[in-house]
């Protein structure tokens, strides 16, 4: 017995080979995609534009979230070489609010205290801790360095954005890179879109890089820094309490 070939059948096999094949291309570029954002060195990016920057001798205006003193001690011994910056204390996660009033009021003694080569002022943001809490609503329970930290660093992100914007700068970016404990892909990755919105360029940025981290402790000693054992929102606070009971 001969069998015909039905061509609607075939050509329903076929619709769904090529179905299948870009699913799988699609698949390997979002691949490929993420395993070149992983190979991106922000801190090579960032040392390129200040290179640049040299040889045009431009000293570009520049918003710096900072959530420390001591992690802006050495991003802005660094930078200031290269910028005119302000820093911007914009942090309503900080848990309790005698915590907040310290380390603002330590940030600007900072400020007052290191010499620059170029000017560093200060603008402080609001502490709307009401924004925060309702960003991490149904996240309380998420572990230090989940989503309920993804949401944190976009809303001080995104505020910078939206200053740095208003207030014309050539750039802005956040000291939060500093940090060995802070994902500086995914702060990268969310400076950048969110300065898409907003009109102004993220300064690609990995301050932990080239020792930058040890620098910030050695500073902090010079300075005589208040250094916090936690990263400053209320459930980071009574995690490192519960870990202090054990």
Sequence with gaps: MICKNNPESE?????????????????????????????INYQKELEKLLTRLEKEER????LLHSCCAPCSSYVLEYLSKYFKITVFYYNPNIYPES????????????????HFRHPVSFLAG???RDRFYEMAKGLE?????????????????????EIAAAGE???????????????????NEIGQRVGEEYGVQY????FKKKNG??????????????????????????????????
Excluded: H, W
Excluded at 14 to 30: A, F, N, P, T
Excluded at 169 to 187: E, G, R, V, W
Excluded at 203 to 206: E, Q, T
């Design 11 to 39: 050509s329903m096999n076929m619709s769904g080979v090529l179905e299948k094949g870009m699913i799988d291309l699609e698949q390997r570029y979002r691949r490929m995609m993420k395993m070149n954002l992983q190979k």
């Design 59 to 62: 000293v570009p205006t520049l």
């Design 99 to 114: 915590e907040y009033t310290k380390r603002i009021l330590e940030q600007q003694k900072l400020i007052e205290e290191m």
């Design 126 to 128: 609001k502490y709307d």
């Design 141 to 161: 329970e998420v572990r230090e360095g989940g989503s309920r930290c993804m949401g944190c660093y976009e809303l001080r992100l995104k505020e910078s954005a």
């Design 169 to 187: 700068f050539d750039y802005f970016t956040t000291t939060l890179s500093i940090s060995p404990m802070k994902n500086a892909q995914k702060l």
């Design 203 to 206: 300064l690609l940025s990995d």
């Design 213 to 246: 981290y040890k620098r910030s402790i050695e500073l902090s000693g010079i300075y005589g820094l208040y250094r916090q054992d936690y990263c400053g929102c209320e459930f980071s606070y009574k995690a490192r309490q519960a870990e202090k009971c054990v």
